[in-house]
């Protein structure tokens, strides 16, 4: 029997296949490609003031066709002479965890290098956080179309569909930095290997003439967390979280299967806030050491405990105590004292304390009971009665002296008036004890005078006898705090425009807030403002066409961009693709098996 299967037996096989083959990658090539995982977009004016805000939008695209999650986002802002030397960096967004919903932050000019920066966050719709493990779709980790899993991360997971965030960011870059062209970074992080940059249109900054300080600072701030898409209606924690205080100060460590409930209810968020006047007066005390934190909800408890974790300062630990003496100590409402916690452990390298807590309450650091604190003195609550007086007409100024130190020590109280020395009072204090310290004096001519009691400063007027004293300023208005958000919208979509109007007068008075977009005026709102007062006056506008708009509000300057509404992409039906090579390859292969059992039944014959 001569050899059935030849050369030419096996060419007319092959030919079929390659067909087969070249039909199916053909297919793969006309079906829609993935789309770019995400897109980056800044809105930013062309310039700015050293030592004021400077205002724009950073919105992260997340398109329909990928689902890569985003696990971390950066931003910077920097000189472009010099980006090394003057450099703002915000590490770590803040990142809300469901749909439509918002956060925020507040980075110090310590954290960020150059200047204090607020950053609020705000997600569309269809955003989630997904915690669960999934195939990745584009872009995928380690590698090949069919295989690996991402993880978990920000991005959508259940909620399928074209999802964003927008960062509204008000930074104030420090008046000694130099002046000329800066840029704006943003920097999202998918996974170890993938990295998406995207950078704002340069913008020029001038100097202030002269700045005009810092406004006070913002201090710390309270910050809340939505914690109950992280757990069951039992309460019980699917997974390890953590929680940090705006100051970065305070962490809360909560592990995988803790149950956490407030009462007999899981719980819905939890809140680190600063304790402050006139909360701080009733719980102060002079063994405390840094600032006292309050954490939310009030009777909440966990079994088991969760970690406390509160850095302090070495630099104001008091003479005589060590570091490693130091304990976090918890307030007790019940009996209005401070009770240290056992088990305390410092970290003198990360200059932290850390202990376990199974319920909240205000905490902070504290010296250990025997520990000596020097006398320390501070002065508040400067009085001036009354500010506007006759000629020789008696002016009692008065100020509270405490000694925040536990051991007794003097003070010498010193009031000067137009920077020359009235009088002077010597008080001696036990530890923790107050003393309010009055003087008297009486002026001979007309004029505004200046007090000073240790560095808290005031004023008093005096005039002639039967002269009426006008001493109230009129109304003096400012513009500030100029937010737009969302800075990215589709036709048709609201855009919030909001500017804070004070009146630094003392006087009453009435002002015109006047919104123009694109020089054309869009709206107004008249206010009446009382002396020192302030109002946020807030305006919204939808755009039915797409482009660039400029918002001026009374000078202060931003933008908003509107598109045209996102096409979502054809998904690449895969499984189809799948199923028609798989259908060719069995066609082909029963036509090409019916060939060759034709032939052979010919040939035997």
């Avoid at 000189?79 to 803040?94: G, I, R, T």
């Avoid at 006759?390 to 009692?396: A, D, P």
């Avoid at 003096?476 to 100029?482: E, G, I, P, Q």
Wanted: hydrophobic residues 35%; negative net charge.
């Amino acid at each position: 029997m001569k050899n059935i299967i030849n050369r030419k037996n096996i060419s007319r096989m092959v030919v079929p296949l390659v067909l087969v083959c070249a039909v199916a990658i053909s297919l793969w090539y006309v079906a829609p490609t993935p789309a770019k995982a995400l897109q980056i977009e800044i809105s930013n004016p062309t310039t700015g003031t050293l030592g004021s805000t400077y205002s724009f939008t950073v919105t992260v695209n997340i398109e329909d066709i990928d689902i890569l999650p985003i696990k971390s986002i950066d931003l910077e802002i920097y000189n472009m002479a010099a980006p090394s030397s003057y450099k703002a960096s915000c590490h770590d967004l803040p990142l809300p965890d469901q749909a439509s919903a918002t956060d925020s932050r507040v980075y110090t000019s310590t954290e960020t290098g150059g200047g204090q920066v607020i950053i609020v966050a705000n997600t569309a719709s269809n955003w989630d956080y997904d915690y669960d493990y999934r195939y990745a779709y584009g872009y995928q980790d380690p590698g090949g179309w069919w295989g690996g899993y991402l993880g978990y991360g920000y991005g959508y997971g259940s909620s399928n569909g074209v999802t964003s965030i927008t960062f509204d960011v008000s930074w104030t870059p420090p008046t000694g930095w130099p002046t000329g062209n800066y840029q704006v970074k943003a920097l999202v992080y998918g996974d170890a290997t993938h990295e998406f940059i995207g950078t704002g249109t340069t913008f020029s900054l001038s100097s202030g003439g002269g700045g005009g300080g810092g406004g006070g600072g913002a201090g710390i701030v309270s910050y809340c967390k939505y914690v109950q898409a992280y757990t069951t209606a039992s309460g019980r924690f699917i997974k390890d979280i953590y929680i940090t205080s705006k100051d970065n100060n305070v962490r809360l460590d909560i592990a995988k299967d803790t149950i956490g409930l407030i009462h007999t209810d899981s719980l819905y968020t939890i809140c680190i806030d600063p304790v402050i006047e006139p909360d701080l007066t009733a719980i102060t005390d002079p063994l405390i050491i840094g600032s006292i934190y309050d954490i939310k909800p009030d009777g909440a408890t966990y079994d088991p405990a969760i970690t406390l974790t509160i850095t302090y300062d070495p630099d104001i630990i008091p003479d005589g105590i060590s570091a490693g003496d130091l304990v976090i100590a918890t307030w007790d409402e019940d009996t209005g004292a401070w009770v240290n916690l056992e088990g305390c452990i410092v970290d003198t390298e990360t200059t932290s304390i850390s202990v376990q807590i199974s319920h909240f309450t205000p905490f902070a650091i504290r010296a250990p009971e025997s520990a000596p604190i020097p006398a320390t003195f501070t002065t508040s609550d400067l009085t001036i009665s009354p500010s506007q007086v006759e000629v020789g007409e008696n002016v009692t100024i008065s100020a509270l002296i405490t000694n925040t130190g536990n051991l007794s020590g003097s003070y010498e109280v010193t009031l000067e008036i137009d920077n020359v020395v009235e009088a002077t009072e010597e008080v001696t204090l036990d530890g923790g004890a107050s003393r309010m310290v009055y003087f008297t004096t009486a002026k001979d001519s007309a004029g505004t005078y200046t007090v000073s009691v240790s560095n808290l400063t005031g004023t008093f007027m005096v005039s002639e006898a039967g002269v009426p004293v006008i001493s109230d300023t009129p109304a003096s208005f400012t513009t500030t705090d100029l937010f737009i958000s969302p800075g990215k919208v589709e036709t048709g979509d609201s855009v919030t425009i909001s500017v804070t109007i004070t009146n630094t007068g003392d006087l009453s008075g009435d002002y015109e807030v006047t919104l123009e977009i694109n020089g054309v005026t869009e709206a107004t709102e008249e206010l009446t403002l009382d002396g020192g007062a302030s109002q946020i006056v807030q305006f919204t506008t939808t755009k039915d066409t797409a482009g660039n708009y400029t918002v001026n509000i009374n000078d202060l300057t931003g933008s908003f961009t509107v598109s045209e509404p996102a096409v979502p992409p054809e998904p690449i039906n895969s499984l189809l693709i799948g199923l028609i090579i798989a259908a060719a390859i069995v066609v082909v292969s029963i036509v090409t098996w019916l060939i060759l059992r034709k032939r052979i039944v010919n040939q035997q014959v």
